[in-house]
């Protein structure tokens, strides 16, 4: 296990938070929630049937037959009366585990919610926008990976920060600098260390023509307009963002080439493209999707993770409930 992951674990232990899991039906559910109860990493919520979900220390919950579900259903019918939702329609939403389980996020009664491991991005996302909104501030809501590998050269001791690797397809410049700026804050957030942002191309610093290149060095311009003290540079190749022998001849004089520990891929398809050779080839532990811009935490699972994976996620949602206590 890796350095993160044992200290995400510790806080989470330190100060217990209740995650709900809205997929109860899910195998890999029930096996995270033995190990999560095991380490007492969380207060854990199951939305199931409690006929058929055992888990020992563990609350299970049947929306459809909650004493809370009238009052959940008030409450969407009241956040979505411009969208016309009648309380009957909210009755029925309120049928549906991740919906269920975003109100209780909405409502105080769960701290954090963690999906995805039968359901797709939009099933998750889709809730956590109508009932939790953005943060304050926040322009737009991106996804992360932390990736640990056992290359202790690349990044803080082999661990990095991918984005955006599961949400947003095609990025404009803008939104390309807003994914940067809040990629250095979860940074800062997780590891409690200075982020270095490099802006991935296949050009470093304009050697190579070409609309990915003039987005990412638009983007990199927008984000020290931004945010002046962020140590960030780009466009950078990979190569050069995390091999100072390489950078010293792309890149020489910048203070990111070479050392990066948070990488923001251009686009979804490069982003996703690049966790999944980091982590197959490498063996590396993928940590994500982590969103990053919703007002209370709420995470994304990847629908090819393990039941360790649904532990590690419920482990960062936990820090970053205790986070936004803060």
Not at 24 to 30: A, L, N
Not at 140 to 155: H, N, R, W
Not at 195 to 201: D, G, I, N, R, T
Not at 305 to 311: L, Q, T, Y
């Amino acid at each position: 296990m890796s350095e993160f992951l044992d200290r995400m674990k510790a806080c989470a232990t330190a100060d217990r938070k209740t995650i709900v899991l809205p997929e109860g039906e899910d195998p890999r559910t029930i096996a995270a929630a033995e190990k999560i109860v095991a380490e007492g990493l969380a207060n854990l919520v199951i939305l199931g049937d409690p006929e058929t979900v055992k888990v020992e220390g563990v609350t299970v919950i049947d929306p459809k037959t909650s004493d809370r579900h009238e009052a959940y259903a008030e409450k969407f019918a009241e956040l979505r009366k411009k969208k016309g939702v009648t309380l009957e329609q909210a009755r029925e939403q309120m049928d549906d585990a991740t919906y269920f389980g975003t109100m209780m996020v909405k409502m105080g009664d769960a701290d954090g919610l963690v999906s995805g491991a039968c359901h797709s991005t939009a099933n998750t996302l889709r809730p956590a926008l109508q009932i939790l909104k953005t943060a304050p501030g926040t322009k737009l809501v991106s996804a992360f990976f932390i990736m640990c590998t056992d290359k202790p050269e690349y990044g803080e001791n082999g661990t990095l920060l991918f984005a955006d690797c599961g949400l947003n397809i095609n990025p404009t410049a803008d939104e390309l600098s807003e994914i940067a700026i809040a990629s250095a804050a979860s940074w800062r957030t997780y590891m409690g260390s200075d982020p270095k942002v490099a802006m991935l191309s296949f050009s470093t610093k304009g050697s190579a023509k070409g609309d990915v290149p003039t987005k990412v060095q638009e983007a990199t311009e927008l984000a020290h307009q931004k945010a002046p003290e962020l140590a960030l540079d780009g466009d950078l190749q990979l190569d050069a963002s995390l091999v100072p022998e390489v950078a010293s001849l792309k890149a020489p004089g910048s203070t990111v080439a070479g050392h990066a520990n948070v990488l923001v891929f251009p686009d979804l398809e490069s982003g996703n493209i690049g966790y999944k050779l980091v982590q197959r080839f490498a063996d590396a532990e993928a940590y994500g999707p982590i969103l990053q811009g919703i007002a209370k935490p709420v995470n994304d699972l990847s629908r090819g993770c393990s039941a360790d994976d649904i532990v590690g996620v419920v482990a960062i949602t936990a820090v970053q409930a205790q986070m936004a206590d803060k």
